[in-house]
C-alpha cells in the first residue's frame, strides 16, 4: 500500500498576453506584485495563439505576451485560489469591459508545469471551485517537454527552455531549503 506524502511546492508561473496599446506593463506588474513577488520576467515574439485570442482582444498586432516566474515556494493546492484570483485580476484590469489581459497562471513543479483553467477538457483534472488543471509540460531531463495537447504558445523551444531553466531554480530552492 503506498503511503500519502504531500509533494514538494512549486513556483508560480504567470503569462500575461495583454493589449499594450490599452494597459501599461509596468502597471500590470506592479499590481501582479502585490501578491507574487517576481524572480524573472521572459518576453518572447512567438505566440500563435495571438490569432485565437484577437477575435476577442482586437488586432493580433497589439497583442504581446510576457512570461513571469515567481520567487515564493507554492503548495500546489494554492493552484485553485490563484486562479479565482487571476480571474479577478483579469477583468480589474481589463478598462471599460473589453479585455485587454489574458492572465494564465500555473505552478511549476519538479515533475511538470500545470496550468490552471475554467474549462474542462480529457486531458484536465478537476481541483475544486470550478478549476481544472491543465496538464501543459512535463520534466523529462534535462528538459521539460510538450505534450500533443499543449498550447502552441508554450510549445516552442526557448518557452521551453524558460521553464526548464525556472525547474532548476525551484530545484535549488528546494534543496537549499532542505525539502528534497
Not at 477575435?55 to 493546492?77: I, V
Amino acid at each position: 500500500m503506498s503511503e500519502l506524502v504531500s509533494p514538494t511546492a512549486g513556483l508560480i508561473v504567470a503569462s500575461f498576453l495583454y493589449r499594450h496599446d490599452l494597459v501599461e506593463l509596468d502597471k500590470l506588474l506592479v499590481k501582479f506584485e502585490k501578491r507574487h513577488r517576481v524572480l524573472c520576467q521572459f518576453k518572447h515574439p512567438h505566440f500563435p495563439m495571438k490569432d485565437y485570442y484577437s477575435k476577442e482582444m482586437g488586432p493580433s498586432d497589439k497583442l504581446s505576451r510576457l512570461y513571469l516566474l515567481g520567487l515564493e515556494l507554492a503548495e500546489r493546492e494554492q493552484l485553485i485560489s490563484e486562479k479565482i484570483w487571476a480571474d479577478s485580476f483579469e477583468k480589474s484590469s481589463s478598462p471599460g469591459g473589453a479585455r485587454a489581459v489574458n492572465l494564465d497562471i500555473g505552478l511549476l513543479s519538479l515533475e511538470n508545469l500545470v496550468l490552471a483553467t475554467g474549462k474542462n477538457y480529457v486531458h484536465r483534472i478537476y481541483l475544486g471551485q470550478g478549476v481544472y488543471g491543465d496538464l501543459t509540460l512535463l520534466a523529462s531531463d534535462p528538459k521539460m517537454v510538450s505534450l500533443p495537447w499543449t498550447y502552441p504558445d508554450y510549445s516552442h523551444s526557448q518557452v521551453i527552455d524558460f521553464f526548464t531553466w525556472g525547474r532548476k531554480i525551484l530545484q535549488h530552492k528546494l534543496v537549499k531549503n532542505k525539502l528534497v
